[in-house]
T-cell receptor
Framework: DSGVTQTPKHLITATGQRVTLRCSPR?????VYWYQQSLDQGLQFLIH???????AKGNILERFSAQQFPDLHSELNLSSLELGDSALYFC???????????????FGPGTRLTVL | AQSVTQLGSHVSVSEGALVLLRCNYS??????LFWYVQYPNQGLQLLLK??????LVKGINGFEAEFKKSETSFHLTKPSAHMSDAAEYFC???????????FGAGTRLFVKA
């Protein structure tokens, strides 16, 4: 158990809908990272938040957004969902003072999103 | 821009045999390098990381990796495979002062009895 929790574990929804994925980092970790894992794209970095502020963006679509709240939990919002958004979405956390360079990232168990 | 290439999407070894998973990186500045393992239906777990100290890095579960700057490689090895090593392995790179970690496509390791 990494100490990172993600809810829900599974999510099935229809095209065009909007969903919210939730992540609670390990106690004491200030950084949260979101990744998308799919068969065709592999593991793609989406976005990194540190202590409530966005620090880095990766291959995140404009239909997707995220935020980190004062209690450090984070939410990833996916809207206007398409079939191709079906994937595993991982959240990771690290103690990070701001740079991801050497940080060990602790991954949650993931949320499996299926868009029908 | 940094990138990671893992050679071989699937590797199969016999139990007790040497495990060698290959990773080459590209980075414009000194990199930090990581190996993560993912067991079925689980998140990724750090095996080991290179942060510019010793070039031979020892990790958990008997794995180790050697940073070779001249070859831009960071291959993962284990002298003797165990059935429990069957999983997917990801090599990753981040840059000094950077905020992103870039992952390779992964190598699935199969261990035959």
């Amino acid at each position: 158990d990494s100490g990172v929790t993600q809810t829900p574990k599974h999510l099935i929804t229809a095209t065009g809908q909007r969903v919210t994925l939730r992540c609670s980092p390990r106690s004491g970790d200030l950084s949260v990272y979101w990744y998308q894992q799919s068969l065709d794209q592999g593991l793609q970095f989406l976005i990194h938040y540190y202590n409530g502020e966005e620090r880095a963006k990766g291959n995140i679509l404009e239909r997707f957004s995220a935020q980190q709240f004062p209690d450090l939990h984070s939410e990833l919002n996916l809207s206007s969902l398409e079939l191709g958004d079906s994937a595993l979405y991982f959240c990771a956390s690290s103690v990070s003072s701001g740079g991801a360079s050497t940080d060990t990232q602790y991954f949650g168990p993931g949320t499996r999103l299926t868009v029908l | 821009a940094q990138s990671v290439t893992q050679l071989g999407s699937h590797v199969s070894v016999s139990e007790g045999a040497l495990v060698l998973l290959r990773c080459n990186y590209s980075s414009s500045v000194p990199p930090y390098l990581f190996w993560y393992v993912q067991y079925p239906n689980q998140g990724l777990q750090l095996l080991l990381k290179y942060t510019s100290a010793a070039t031979l890095v020892k990790g958990i579960n008997g794995f180790e990796a050697e940073f070779k700057k001249s070859e831009t490689s960071f291959h993962l090895t284990k002298p003797s495979a165990h059935m429990s090593d069957a999983a997917e392995y990801f090599c990753a790179v981040s840059e000094t002062g950077g905020f992103k970690t870039i992952f390779g496509a992964g190598t699935r390791l199969f261990v035959k009895a």
